[in-house]
């Protein structure tokens, strides 16, 4: 293939077996091009673009140096996977990125056989790596065959206690395997942490003495200098690699700190890594979220995430909005509290802005702790500032919070400490798509004893929930509530308190009853307006609580309709569950309540809009509606007639 400098290489490039005759000099020019081309997409798109940026040169790098999909590059994350996925044949659908029917905003296995594992919550790679490099040395056959594993990881990532769990074992079990510290000093937030603070003294030269040890360690892995990369590589080991003693100590040959920008510095040393390496190995590589954009670059978050965006200016294509997001209102409502008590604290796991703490960080510095990301930790800190007698929130997305699972089991709800739930993202949330549903948390909660399951049915709501859960002592509280702006609904000044296990009659009707968990109300009026045309009055109830349901209310309805119906955002096992748990252990049943439970479906629904998702699950107005009338029995002599 030709590889002069005005050819537009990225168009030759399908996938990285055309890179495999490109000098290196065309790789540097293919590394431009590929950037231009992902500015490109991701502003027709939106999605992650900083992350991507940082990541160009290695990419093209690790594509010239190894054999994918032989070989198994596994991006942590995978948020930066972008120039990855244009390199390995979809170039031609990346413009369909995070959409419908398009392609992931992450690596996925059933996309492409160059995505060997998928991912999108973070610190999953080292581990799933090592794997890879166990079933290669255990003779493991796969069509793509198995050569060198390499886990690529972020320097936010690598702060997560998965990530040293998979160290420490690969440290022992000693296979050939490449990990890659991708160290941009960026999380989505600025990175907090002791790690943090240690990665940074590995390039600034703090701790130069006790990197010669580290330096002599990755030199070992240098061939005689028969080969110009190896000689490369071994300078830049001379001249740089002044750290590593942590790494080291877990079994791992450090080469690093590199420029992961420089493709000098980035090809002798992946090549020499290849040739050589004969154990776990990692390379430091240093470089720029946002690199080569310069308003990505210049942002806060190094364009960690965009919506579509004018290139020349960065001005995001957002879609006015006429009410608060539930995250502002949370994190409003939080602040106001924690000014009158001054035992109010908050945890989040490095999602200081998506989970609205950002306020609660400015305004009450001390009183607000950014873990890293380690919602295992988090939730047991929580669990810790709990029983230190403050009034701690632990405000984390409903699909990280299953990382931290069991210690809200053992941690926290075992020991019945008050630790106060504060679920973002709950429910479908859209473009990215199943790994971050917020699909099971009012399973896993509301089946612990003794906690207390809230879901807001709008954002006036989930101000009342705040206020509730703030000067609720006796034991865990959870409340939900889904990305994105609330209802449009009348705000009152403060939360009031809520009436633990207590539910609302929204309106009565006759016949059917709708008893709704959550903000899939809206749909539930919607649909008995639809309804109403066609003669049917349901009674719409809030639940507000999956657990203690409100048995006074739920018994009623079930005694004074012919038909009960749940609705919820949310897997079967939560609500709906509950409830037909109660009406059984009551014999409601026996007296012919016509019940059904409307929940997600079991399948994981790829990325769309939250409206076409719900679509999927049938949970949208219309599917309400036409699940009353199959319920009567109506829609059926509808078709008759
Ligand atoms: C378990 C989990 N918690 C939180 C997140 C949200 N999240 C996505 S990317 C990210 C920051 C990752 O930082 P880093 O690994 O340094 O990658 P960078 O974006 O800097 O390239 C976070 C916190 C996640 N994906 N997974
Ligand atoms: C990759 C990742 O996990 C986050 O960046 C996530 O995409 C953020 O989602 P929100 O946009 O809902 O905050
Ligand atoms: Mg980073």
Redesign the pocket.
């Known amino acids: 293939m030709s590889d002069r400098p005005d050819t537009p290489l990225l168009d030759k490039v399908v996938t990285p077996a055309d890179m495999k005759g490109l000098s290196d000099g065309a790789l540097r020019q293919l590394a431009n091009e590929l950037r231009s081309e992902t500015i490109s997409a991701v502003s027709e798109t939106g999605g992650?673009l900083g992350a991507g940026l940082g990541v160009v040169e290695l990419t093209v790098a690790l594509h010239a140096v190894f054999e994918a999909p032989r070989d198994k590059i596994i991006w942590d994350?995978s948020?930066q996977s972008y120039p990855h996925k244009i390199l390995t044949g979809r170039r031609d659908r990346i413009r369909t990125l995070r959409q419908k029917d398009g392609l992931s905003?992450?690596t996925k296995r059933s996309e492409s056989p160059y995505d060997p594992f998928g991912a999108?919550?973070?610190s999953t790679s080292i581990s799933a790596a090592l794997g890879f490099a166990v079933a290669r040395d255990l003779g493991g056959q796969i069509p793509e065959g198995l050569g060198d594993a390499i886990a690529v990881i972020g320097d936010g990532a690598m702060s997560a206690g998965m990530a040293f769990e998979a160290m420490n074992n690969a440290g022992h079990l000693k296979k050939r395997m490449i990990v890659i510290l991708n160290d941009n000093e960026m999380s989505?937030a600025p990175p907090t942490g002791a790690l943090s603070s240690y990665l940074s003294r590995l390039y600034n030269g703090e701790s130069f003495t006790s990197f010669k040890e580290a330096a002599k360690a990755g030199a070992r892995l240098l061939p005689p200098p028969l080969q110009e990369g190896a000689k490369r590589a071994r300078d830049i080991l001379k001249g740089i690699a002044v750290g590593g003693t942590m790494f080291e100590e877990l079994g791992f040959s450090y080469i690093g700190p590199i420029d992961g920008h420089d493709l000098t510095q980035l090809l002798p040393v992946l090549r020499t890594v290849k040739t050589r390496a004969d154990g776990p190995v990692l390379i430091h590589v240093v470089t720029k979220k946002g690199k080569g954009y310069a308003p990505a670059e210049r942002a806060t978050d190094k364009g960690?995430?965009t919506a579509k965006f004018d290139v020349p200016s960065f001005e995001q294509k957002k879609a006015p909005s006429n009410a608060p997001s539930y995250t502002s209102v949370f994190g409003k409502e939080l602040v106001r509290l924690a000014a009158e008590d001054p035992r109010i604290c908050a945890v989040t796991a490095a999602?200081p802005?998506?989970t609205g703490l950002q306020l609660m960080a400015e305004r009450f510095p001390t009183r607000c702790f950014d873990v890293g990301i380690a919602e295992q930790h988090g939730v047991t800190f929580a669990a810790g500032l709990a029983a230190g007698g403050l009034r701690p929130f632990c405000a984390m997305?409903s699909t990280?919070l299953q990382r931290g699972y069991d210690q809200v089991v053992h941690d926290v709800a075992i020991q019945r400490l008050p630790v106060r739930f504060a679920i973002d993202?709950a429910g479908l949330?859209g473009?990215?798509g199943a790994?971050?549903a917020g699909s099971y948390d009012i399973a896993f909660l509301a089946n612990l004893p003794g906690m207390v399951v809230m879901a807001a049915a709008d954002e006036a709501e989930l101000k009342h929930m705040v206020a509730t859960a703030a000067a609720h002592d006796e034991g865990p509280i959870a409340f939900r509530y889904p990305?994105g702006e609330g209802a449009g609904v009348e705000m009152p000044e403060k939360g009031i308190l809520l009436e633990i296990g207590k539910g609302r009659i929204i309106s009565r009707g006759k016949g059917v009853a709708l008893l709704s968990f959550g903000t899939r109300l809206q749909e539930v009026q919607k649909a008995a307006e639809a309804l109403s045309l066609r003669g049917i009055t349901p009674t719409i109830a809030d639940a507000r609580f999956a657990k203690p349901l409100d048995r006074e209310m739920i018994l009623d309805l079930a005694a004074t309709h012919e038909a009960l119906i749940t609705i919820e955002e949310g897997a079967v096992g939560g609500f709906g569950s509950h409830v037909a748990q109660l009406l059984s252990d009551e014999g409601v049943f026996d007296a012919g309540l016509k019940f059904r439970s409307m929940v997600l479906p079991d399948i994981f629904i790829d990325q769309s809009s939250p409206a076409d998702m719900y679509a999927t699950a049938r949970l949208n107005a219309s599917d309400i509606e036409a699940r009353v009338l199959d319920t009567l029995g109506l829609e059926r002599l509808g078709r008759r007639a």
């Open positions: 992650h994350v948020h905003g992450f999108a919550h973070s989505i960690h995430a999602m802005d998506g997305y990280f993202r949330v473009a990215d790994t971050h990305r």
